[in-house]
């Protein structure tokens, strides 16, 4: 039995629980891997009841479980998911681009994933006012970089694809802060003779993406960077609705949707939840890897292809060119899981 913490979220985030919910328990009744899962409270709807956004109870429920998953929160995502990620060293944060047949997308041949760092950057916090003009500290240290160049080129080492890492930054501009990450970089690829290496600045990085998405496989990149093109990287394979994400640390994992609450579409049912479908399936494979759980994988890719054989089928949400509400989406998905 897997403890699975649950933050509910705001926006679309309790549309997107309840089907994950629902996924859930539909893989507790009929194919043999048990979670108890544990709904929580994080976000706008927290701050306003207990006056902060992500409690302490929240917190407790989360260390003492197996793995989190956390819907989009809404304008208090900064207190709530860069918090966590911080107090759970959650350093890495995987965001996979993958094209799937039969999707409204740019491309169908690419098969990349984003290594971005987690802990560091802009996304630290430190701003401040100085007289007239506001100041924000963005700090990159080796240690954090040459971590999560060595994730990425794990990650590069295990996939089944182009054995190629590109290090994207902005050294020529950010020459003391990228200097350091580009740098330390270069240094771990020394450890990886068997892996391509190159460099790129982040803005050839983001024409690339457009112009020739399928030259990349594994990309390491610094925190905002890399929040930034990986959303860009999920347009060019099909959209938001279909992006998961996990982040991993050396004992813990979070897994979440790359998009947030997107309030214009909540209340509507409307919203795609494969984002966060998918992203149980990055749970159930690092869950698989951890416990060395062979049923976790085998129930993970059940889980992704029933998605990607009702997407082929036409059965699809409003955001990938289908008529599907949400629930309707998911009552498809859990009948296939039952009876594939
Ligand atoms: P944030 O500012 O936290 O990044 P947001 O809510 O402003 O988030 P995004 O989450 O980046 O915006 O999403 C942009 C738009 O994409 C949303 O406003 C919505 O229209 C669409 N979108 C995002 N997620 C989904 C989804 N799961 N299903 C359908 N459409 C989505």
């Known amino acids: 039995m897997y403890k699975i913490s649950l933050i509910t979220g705001d926006g679309i985030g309790p549309e997107l629980s309840e089907s994950a919910v629902s996924v859930l328990n539909t893989i507790n009744d009929k194919l043999d891997l048990k979670f108890d899962v544990i ?10 009841q207990t006056g902060k956004a ?78 007239n003009s506001a100041v924000a500290l963005r700090i990159i240290s080796e240690n954090a ?41 270069l240094e771990v690829s020394k450890e990886y003779p068997e892996i391509v290496f190159e460099e790129m600045y982040v803005d050839a990085c983001a024409m690339n993406l457009i112009r020739q998405p399928e030259s ?16 860009e990287s999920s347009q060019v394979v099909g959209g938001l609705g279909m992006a998961p994400a996990a982040n991993i640390g050396d004992s813990f994992a979070l897994f979440e949707p790359v998009h947030g609450s997107a309030f214009d579409i909540a209340g509507k049912n409307i919203a795609n939840p494969s984002s966060f479908l998918l992203s149980i399936k990055m ?22 292809s029933t998605i990607f054989d009702l997407v082929k089928s036409g ?26």
């Not at 994730?151 to 930054?169: G, I, L, P």
């Not at 494979?285 to 889980?303: E, I, R, S, Y």
């Not at 949400?317 to 899981?337: A, C, P, Q, V």
């Open 39 to 48: 709904p929580l409270s994080a976000g706008d709807k927290a701050l306003e």
């Open 216 to 231: 990349f496989d594994v990309i390491v990149t610094t925190n905002l960077f890399g929040d930034i093109l990986s959303d």
């Open 54 to 131: 992500l409690p302490d109870e929240t917190v407790k429920i989360i260390k003492n479980s197996d793995a989190c998953l956390k819907a989009p929160v809404g304008e208090s995502a900064a207190d709530v998911i860069v918090v966590l990620r911080r107090i759970l060293d959650l350093y890495a944060n995987i965001r996979p681009a993958k094209s799937y047949p039969h999707m409204p997308a740019l491309r169908d041949d690419i098969d990349m994933v984003i290594v971005r760092e987690n802990t560091e950057d802009l996304y630290t916090g430190k701003e401040f006012s100085l007289g």
């Open 315 to 340: 059965v699809k949400t409003k955001d990938i060119g289908g008529d599907k509400t949400t629930s309707e989406f998911t009552h498809e998905i859990t009948n296939h899981l039952t009876t594939n």
């Open 145 to 185: 970089s040459k971590r999560i160049a060595k994730y990425a080129f794990e990650t590069a080492t295990q996939r089944n694809s182009k054995k190629k890492v590109t290090c994207v930054h902005k050294s020529n501009v950010m020459r003391v802060t990228d200097g350091l990450f580009a740098k330390s970089c």
């Open 283 to 304: 749970m159930l494979d690092w869950l698989g890897t951890k416990n060395n759980d062979p049923l976790c994988f085998a129930v993970g890719q059940k889980l992704e």
